[in-house]
């Protein structure tokens, strides 16, 4: 190929990657690339650690409920608090809150996956 046609395969491979991509390749003003919205502040962080300490702290009095309540509510709550925790880190630690959709849709569709293989491994093992 000559240097010509490998320069334009590159603008028109670069076009292709900035249309699909929505804009994720250049960044907005003051953002890095990828980012819709700036980070929290630090403030937020801090805030978001409290609520997750409370919230393990609830779990861990939760679980000295054994006994005077039905397991199956303990697992329900525990499972409940378990994924708020889940999506409060993925949202704020992970950034998948500030970042382009195209992030959170990989996430979620690899979390769907993973559990969807789960439960057929717990099928072929005849638990349900």
């Known amino acids: 190929m000559s240097e010509g046609r490998i320069q334009t395969l590159e603008e028109d491979l670069s076009a292709v990657a ?5 804009g994720a390749l250049t960044p907005a003003p003051g953002l890095l690339p990828g980012e819709e919205v700036e ?8 805030v978001i650690f409290l609520i997750l300490v409370v919230v393990t702290a609830v779990e861990i009095g939760i679980s000295y409920l054994e006994g005077s309540v039905s397991s199956g509510v303990i697992v329900a709550l525990l499972l409940f608090f378990g994924i708020v925790k889940f999506v409060l880190v993925a949202a704020y630690f992970m950034h998948l809150k500030t970042d382009q959709p195209i992030f959170r849709r990989f996430f979620i569709m690899g979390a769907v996956a993973a559990f ?9 093992l005849h638990v349900f």
């Not at 900035?18 to 929505?22: D, T």
């Open 116 to 124: 969807v293989l789960y439960l057929i491994a717990l099928t072929t």
């Open 18 to 22: 900035r249309a699909e991509l929505g």
């Open 39 to 46: 980070h929290p502040s630090p403030f937020k962080y801090v």
